[in-house]
Structure formats: C-alpha cells, structure tokens
C-alpha cells in the first residue's frame, strides 16, 4: 500500500491529484451548511454534533495537497441517483432538455448535485474552489487545459460521479477518460473502498495511486484490532439485519472474548431459540446461521427487554448494565449497529447507555456505521468531552459502514487491493 503521507516532504507542484472523497451526507447536513454553518473543528476527531464528519476528515488530505502546491480534482458520489442507466456516456450526460423526460433527469441531477460544495469547500479552505460540469466533463480536452493552466493549489470538484453510467459499472473506458485529467490518484473514501466503481478501482489502472491521509488513519487503526487486538476484545453487533453483519461475526468468533448482540440482530436470535418475538424485526432465512452460532458461549444475548405493541424496540436497563460491565473490562472493543429503534428517543436509551459505556471505557475503541457513529456523537457531544479526556478514551469513529464491516469479515476490499498497482 502507498500512503500520500509518504510524499510528505515532495514538492507537488506538477501533480494534478484525482482524489476520491466521499461527499455522501444527508440532505439535512447539506442544508445546515449552505445556510452558512461553519463546522467546529475539535480534539475528538469530529465528535461534534453537527458536523458531518466526512466532511470534517477529508479537509487534512486536500490541505496536504495545496500546501505542496498540487492541483486537486475532487472526484466523488452522492445519493442514489435513478437515472444513471439512462445517461449512457459522461459526454451526452449533458444532452438537450428537449422532452419531458430529460427535464426529469435534471431535476434529479440538480438534487443530488454536488455543486453546493464549492461553496462549503471555499468557507472551510478559505480559497475559491471551481466546480466542473458534466458538460465540462463532456469538453474533456478543454476541461483538461483549464487545470493545467490554473494555478498551483487550485481545487475544483466534479459533479456527482454517479449522474454518468460508467461510474458504478467500474467501466475502464469512462475511467480512463478521468484519469486523463490528472498525473496522480488518490483514495480517501474508505466508505466506497468496497464497491468496484471506476473512481475507486478501474482508474488506479491508469495512474500511480496512493491511499489519503483518512485512509490511512482507517486501515492503521482497523488493522490493530483485527490483528493482535489487546484482550478481552469485546464486539457489540446490533442495526437491523444480522445478514449485513454476519461476515465479521463469524471472523471474530474465534478472536474475541464477547460478542454482545443487540437490534433487530437479537430478534433473529430470540426466533432461533424457538422464542416469541410478536411482531419484532426479525430475518426469517437467517435462522439456520444463527443456530449454529448459538452454540459459541462467547454470544450473549441481552437478559430484558423494551416492547411496544409487541415488538421488541431496545434492550432493557438489566442488558445494559450488564453490557457496560463487560465493556468497563474490556481492553479492545468494536461497535457497529445500534440497540433498539433509535428513531425513537424512547428506545435509544440501550443504545446510548452502550456510547457511554464505550466513552468511559479506557478501551481502544472502534465505532462505525451510520446510525452508530451519529449516536456516538450526540452523547460525546452531550458530555461536553474536553479533547484532552477524548483522546484518552481512544475511540477511533470509522468513516465506513459497510466497507468496515467487509474489512472486519476479512474481505480483501477491491479499492484497497489496488492501490499498489503502479
Ligand atoms: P448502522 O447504520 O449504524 O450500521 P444499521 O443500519 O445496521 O446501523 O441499523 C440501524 C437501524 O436498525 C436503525 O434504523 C434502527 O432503527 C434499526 N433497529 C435496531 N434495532 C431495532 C429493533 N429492535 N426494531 C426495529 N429497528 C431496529
Ligand atoms: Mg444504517
């Protein structure tokens, strides 16, 4: 693996750097920032509120890069978009708004446009940031002479890569055809490491391709609790579907000390043992899997429980306790998924209780997912943890949910595998 960190004393003033980020927030993020918030930068590591941490840990690497003077092309997803097999090539992405149904896909486009984040981008650098277009994109060659001739340290970013076909096809030709914007490669989007898109895997076949200052921090830390993590290592596995989480259960059955379960993961446990679970979440087919590891002593399940309307939404006060007693001793432990139906304040507290315990503990922590890492957050931030005491409890907040728990699972994850290449 090359790290960028690596190139810290070069002069990168001839390099054009692709780099991959990962500006898939919510659209609630995207609004607090356009109405003119500014992210408070903390000790913690991005444990703030209202930051949205991809975006707060991807400022270190596009520094890096201007202070030594390199271009940046920010390349990066965001959302869903549904007109991805409409628009066959980049270059026609931008073709005529003649019929109704091409005013569709641009509506959709300017949804999901990355273009608000040259303005969030120019606040948090403090620079101009320009934004190129599909259509831009389209002009490639001119595209191309724009960056050259701009000046050292100049940062654009391109419009949603998912709005072109060739993106999530991990198509070589459209990969090409980005590659031929810059002289260098950057990976700093663990969360996107596993899947094979064009920007994350078939591009580093055409450039010398290094992995970003996030990424590093991911794969050091994910890599010390994967190997020779200091015992007991303590796993906390919830969210809703034990078919997502299975992969790193199974890896660290053998590893770990415990394997606390909670969520609608525990429901599927519960119906294993033949258990009524009323209406609660709950994955039929997975019954099988779950019955063999039943059978591991390591597995425990909570003792009570929060119901409403016969559905099981949290683990109870008892489970909770007795989780944070384990995790109290615990010397690594790993999180991802929550307990209960966190959407609902009442059945967060089992979830919450779980951060708490993690905060206070004097575990090497690791935290991911979604849901998890924004309950981490708010009771970190509700604590008013000074950076000092923050630091001390090492949690490390994984910016991957599904690409950590693939890395967890042991999975080799494509985007990773191929930062070596030239
Ligand atoms: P993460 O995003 O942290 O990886 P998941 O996506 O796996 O977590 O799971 C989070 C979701 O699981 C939340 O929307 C939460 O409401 C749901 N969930 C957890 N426990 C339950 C439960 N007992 N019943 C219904 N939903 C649950
Ligand atoms: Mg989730």
Request: aromatic letters at 6%.
């Given at each position: 693996?090359?790290?960028?960190?690596?190139?810290k004393d070069k002069n990168l003033s001839k390099q054009i750097c692709?780099?991959?980020?990962?500006?898939?927030?919510?659209?609630?993020?995207?609004?607090?920032?356009?109405?003119?918030?500014?992210?408070r930068i903390n000790l913690c590591g991005g444990l703030t509120r209202?930051?949205?941490?991809?975006?707060?840990?991807?400022?270190?690497?596009?520094?890096?890069?201007?202070?030594?003077?390199?271009?940046?092309?920010?390349?990066?997803?965001?959302?869903?978009?549904?007109?991805?097999?409409?628009?066959?090539?980049?270059?026609?992405?931008?073709?005529?708004?003649?019929?109704?149904?091409?005013?569709?896909?641009?509506?959709?486009?300017?949804?999901?446009?990355?273009?608000?984040?040259?303005?969030i981008l120019s606040k948090l650098l403090k620079k101009p940031i320009?934004?190129?277009?599909?259509?831009?994109?389209?002009?490639?060659?001119?595209?191309?002479?724009?960056?050259?001739?701009?000046?050292?340290?100049?940062?654009?970013?391109?419009?949603?890569?998912?709005?072109?076909?060739?993106?999530?096809?991990?198509?070589?030709?459209?990969?090409?055809?980005?590659?031929?914007?810059?002289?260098?490669?950057?990976?700093?989007?663990?969360?996107?490491?596993?899947?094979?898109?064009?920007?994350?895997?078939?591009?580093?076949?055409?450039?010398?391709?290094?992995?970003?200052?996030?990424?590093?921090?991911?794969?050091?830390?994910?890599?010390?609790?994967?190997?020779?993590?200091?015992?007991?290592?303590?796993?906390?596995?919830?969210?809703?579907?034990?078919?997502?989480?299975?992969?790193?259960?199974?890896?660290?059955?053998?590893?770990?000390?415990?394997?606390?379960?909670?969520?609608?993961?525990?429901?599927?446990?519960?119906?294993?043992?033949?258990?009524?679970?009323?209406?609660?979440?709950?994955?039929?087919?997975?019954?099988?899997?779950?019955?063999?590891?039943?059978?591991?002593?390591?597995?425990?399940?909570?003792?009570?429980?929060?119901?409403?309307?016969?559905?099981?939404?949290?683990?109870?006060?008892?489970?909770?306790?007795?989780?944070?007693?384990?995790?109290?001793?615990?010397?690594?432990?790993?999180?991802?998924?929550?307990?209960?139906?966190?959407?609902?304040?009442?059945?967060?507290?089992?979830?919450?209780?779980?951060?708490?315990?993690?905060?206070?503990?004097?575990?090497?922590?690791?935290?991911?997912?979604?849901?998890?890492?924004?309950?981490?957050?708010?009771?970190?931030?509700?604590?008013?943890?000074?950076?000092?005491?923050?630091?001390?409890?090492?949690?490390?907040?994984?910016?991957?949910?599904?690409?950590?728990?693939?890395?967890?699972?042991?999975?080799?994850?494509?985007?990773?595998?191929?930062?070596?290449?030239?």
């Amino acid at each position: 693996m090359k790290y960028l960190s690596s190139l810290k004393d070069k002069n990168l003033s001839k390099q054009i750097c692709l780099l991959r980020l990962d500006f898939n927030i919510t659209n609630a993020d995207l609004r607090g920032y356009q109405r003119g918030f500014i992210p408070r930068i903390n000790l913690c590591g991005g444990l703030t509120r209202k930051t949205p941490l991809r975006l707060q840990s991807v400022l270190p690497t596009i520094k890096f890069l201007i202070e030594r003077g390199a271009k940046v092309m920010i390349l990066s997803h965001r959302g869903r978009p549904k007109i991805k097999s409409k628009i066959p090539a980049c270059a026609k992405a931008s073709a005529g708004r003649k019929n109704q149904k091409s005013k569709i896909q641009f509506k959709i486009q300017n949804d999901l446009s990355l273009k608000p984040f040259v303005k969030i981008l120019s606040k948090l650098l403090k620079k101009p940031i320009h934004f190129i277009t599909l259509k831009e994109l389209g002009l490639i060659n001119k595209t191309r002479e724009k960056i050259k001739n701009s000046p050292a340290g100049s940062v654009f970013v391109l419009e949603n890569l998912r709005l072109m076909a060739g993106e999530e096809k991990n198509n070589k030709k459209f990969a090409k055809q980005l590659a031929s914007l810059g002289n260098l490669y950057i990976n700093d989007a663990f969360s996107v490491s596993h899947r094979k898109n064009a920007s994350v895997v078939a591009i580093t076949e055409f450039l010398s391709s290094y992995a970003g200052l996030l990424l590093e921090e991911e794969i050091k830390n994910l890599s010390r609790a994967m190997k020779n993590p200091k015992k007991p290592l303590v796993i906390i596995v919830g969210g809703a579907k034990i078919s997502d989480k299975i992969g790193a259960i199974k890896n660290f059955l053998k590893r770990a000390n415990y394997i606390l379960i909670g969520g609608g993961i525990a429901n599927t446990f519960f119906a294993a043992q033949k258990l009524s679970i009323g209406k609660s979440l709950y994955e039929k087919e997975m019954i099988p899997t779950v019955k063999k590891l039943l059978k591991s002593r390591k597995i425990i399940l909570p003792i009570d429980l929060a119901i409403k309307k016969r559905k099981i939404l949290d683990i109870g006060l008892e489970t909770a306790k007795k989780y944070a007693e384990i995790i109290e001793k615990a010397k690594t432990i790993i999180w991802n998924g929550p307990m209960g139906y966190i959407e609902d304040k009442r059945f967060a507290k089992g979830t919450e209780a779980i951060a708490q315990a993690i905060i206070k503990s004097q575990a090497f922590s690791i935290v991911g997912g979604g849901e998890t890492t924004s309950i981490m957050s708010k009771v970190a931030f509700a604590k008013q943890i000074p950076g000092g005491s923050c630091q001390k409890s090492k949690v490390f907040i994984s910016s991957g949910g599904g690409a950590m728990l693939e890395y967890l699972a042991g999975k080799k994850l494509p985007g990773l595998k191929t930062l070596n290449n030239i």
